[in-house]
């Protein structure tokens, strides 16, 4: 309670202040000393302001007045209510055809003939400000209206100018709706005309480019990714193509010099003790490189002694069988010794010897 | 290319704090030189001494090819900028730097460097050529086409009592299909652009209106807008649109009448390249 008797004596030295700087002449001098003491709406009201007013030696008695709390809740009530109306009025007040901002202050004026207290004066102080921003602007209106400027008839001039008098303006907004080429013509001319109005500096590019610095840093970072992208790919790719490559080589490669193998038996079965012409074996007329596969698949079966190959009396290869009788034979030493022969073979002499051997169909057929 | 002013300042920097830069200016330091310049920061380098006309010309090229690319957003340059990244130390020379650096680039560019607005120590480049008519078949695109919108929102401030409310705006605006909210086949977003783009190179002042509930903003020209253009330009613009005459708007023609009068009288130091030193 004591604090609140201190601020409340606070509160009228102060109080006394604002009210006398926003009235200036227009209210009585006498309203402005009425400072009377109030307490806060807490219980036993009336009996604390009978004490307040009796311990009050120093303050003239003619200035605590009781003051009705429902009063000045209602002062602050209109005061609030005037405010918020003017907010939201806001631009009927400022047209300046109306009278509303007048009436207000008219209305505020009536409001303050009761106000005595700093709460509702710091309100008034407040719409004050409000009351005289918004007349500002009603002033600022009056010069305008006499500009006779229309900014909707701007706009259909601007599209005029453009050269678009046929866009139908139905309170719909023109351009919205319009094809893409006709929004960038409009605004390409728009620009066109203002640039020639306006001192601006071009903007300064090289002709080449420039290096910026934004991109080339991120130029490094891009091909490093790849490398390592391009890197982890390739490294992929041989482990996958080398278990494949493996498998399938080397099984192709076996079962094609043993489907080889059997077919040089069988022929061998079917004319026995008559050696085959190399030529007429491995050459394949139709294939250059079947038959350079073929060379090499049966030399795969000379290699592991299924067949071997010498010169016949016109010096020209031929292939025999070797028994597993002529193994035991005195023929090993002489045929186990190492001996290699290079056969090359071009394309041209490929198609000599097929012209020469007349070979028209491959001994070795397909498998496939 | 443009990398080398930066590059140079740094290493300019660097040459500030004692070690040996790569290009000739910095190294070659006489004993002797400006007392004013080493009395100065803590570190007490020595001081530089009396620089040849070569080193300056170098100085005064780089300079000009800072400006040239700092414009291309039209920001305005700041003095700070230009110390830091292209004069290093030869600070104390900074006004003859600014001074040749603009002779430079008026005769050879016809660009005019001026202070954005008195002891603002920002600057920009403006053209001194009037645009001609057949100059803008060659423009071609120099990107997004905003100098238009620009023109038509000064335009609308001008004819409006140099203030406008922004809610007017997209009012108008909306009209030509351009909204706040949506975005613009060629302007992208339109809101960014005239509020945030534009007051940053300095064409308008976007400005709160007190006491307002939803929040509004003023939209007024901004410095930039007063150098490169002007109200009687502006006002022939939307003179023209109208395929009227300029007097048909009594106000505004007598407005932007005084502010040619204003302009043709002799400046005390308006437009002049020349910064005040460097304090």
């Not at chain 1, 006779?148 to 907004?173: M, P, R, S, T, Y």
């Not at chain 1, 992929?236 to 278990?243: V, Y």
Request: aromatic share 8%; net charge negative.
């Amino acid at each position: 309670m004591a604090e609140e008797k201190d601020c409340l004596r606070g509160d009228v030295e102060k109080g006394e202040e604002p009210v006398v700087t926003i009235t200036g002449g227009a209210y009585s001098g006498k309203q402005a000393a009425e400072e009377p003491m109030k307490v806060e709406a807490e219980a036993g009201a009336d009996a604390c302001s009978d004490d307040l007013s009796c311990g009050e030696a120093d303050i003239d008695p003619s200035l605590l007045e009781l003051v009705d709390e429902e009063k000045c809740r209602s002062i602050r009530k209109q005061y609030r209510q005037l405010i918020y109306n003017v907010q939201q009025n806001r631009d009927d007040i400022v047209n300046t055809a109306s009278e509303s901002l007048t009436e207000a202050l008219e209305e505020a004026n009536v409001l303050f003939d009761a106000v005595s207290r700093t709460r509702e004066a710091a309100l008034d102080a407040q719409f004050l400000v409000l009351a005289s921003d918004l007349g500002k602007e009603k002033a600022k209106q009056l010069n305008s209206d006499m500009s006779l400027f229309n900014q909707v008839a701007f706009c259909d001039f601007l599209l005029i100018f453009v050269g678009l008098n046929w866009v139908e303006d139905d309170g719909h907004d023109a351009l919205s709706d319009c094809d893409d080429n006709i929004v960038r013509s409009f605004w390409e001319t728009v620009q066109k005309e203002a640039t020639s109005w306006m001192l601006q500096a071009e903007t300064f590019h090289f002709i080449f480019g420039s290096f910026k610095s934004e991109p080339s840093a991120r130029k490094p970072r891009l091909e490093h990714r790849k490398r390592v992208h391009r890197m982890e790919e390739n490294g992929d790719m041989p482990t996958k193509l080398r278990k494949l490559d493996l498998s399938s080589n080397q099984e192709a490669t076996e079962k094609e010099v043993e489907r080889i193998l059997g077919l040089l038996q069988t022929y061998f079965q079917k004319y026995p003790d008559t050696p085959v012409s190399y030529f007429e074996f491995v050459i394949d007329p139709n294939s250059f490189s079947r038959t350079v596969e073929n060379i090499f698949y049966v030399s795969f079966i000379i290699r592991d002694g299924f067949a071997r190959i010498r010169l016949d009396h016109d010096r020209l290869p031929i292939l025999e069988p070797i028994n597993i009788n002529h193994v035991g034979e005195g023929n090993d030493s002489s045929s186990h010794c190492r001996k290699q022969g290079v056969i090359s073979l071009s394309l041209q002499d490929w198609k000599n010897i097929v012209a020469t051997f007349e070979i028209s169909e491959a001994m070795i057929t397909n498998s496939y | 290319m443009s990398q080398k002013p930066k590059s140079r300042g740094r290493a300019g920097t660097q040459a500030e704090r004692g070690s040996g830069g790569e290009e000739a200016p910095s190294t070659s330091r006489g004993p002797g030189g400006a007392a004013s310049q080493g009395g100065r920061r803590a570190e007490a380098p020595p001081a530089p001494g009396p620089r040849s006309q070569k080193q300056l010309e170098l100085k005064v090229a780089e300079l000009v090819q800072f400006l040239l690319i700092k414009d291309q957003r039209k920001i305005p340059i700041r003095r700070t900028d230009i110390l830091r990244h292209v004069v290093g130390d030869y600070k104390d020379v900074l006004p003859e730097l600014l001074r040749r650096a603009a002779e430079r680039l008026e005769y050879v560019f016809g660009y005019r460097l001026v202070e954005l607005e008195p002891r603002s120590n920002t600057y920009i480049l403006v053209n001194t050529l009037e645009p001609v008519e057949e100059d803008a078949e060659m423009r071609g695109d120099q990107g997004t086409p905003t100098t238009g919108l620009l023109m038509i929102v000064l335009g609308l401030i001008f004819m409006k009592g140099n203030s406008i409310k922004e809610t007017e705006v997209w009012d108008f605006l909306r009209r030509l299909g351009v909204h706040a909210t949506k975005k613009h086949l060629i302007f992208g977003d339109p809101k960014k652009l005239i509020t945030e783009d534009f007051v940053r190179q300095r064409y308008l002042e976007y400005r709160r209106i007190p006491h307002t509930d939803p929040v509004d903003y003023e939209l007024q020209w901004g410095p930039r807008t007063n150098l490169e253009t002007s109200k009687m330009k502006v006002l022939k613009f939307v003179a023209k649109v109208h395929n009227q005459d300029p007097k048909d708007w009594p106000a505004q023609y007598c407005e932007a009448l005084a502010e040619e009068e204003a302009r043709a009288r002799p400046q005390t130091g308006g437009t002049a390249p020349t910064p005040a030193p460097s304090s």
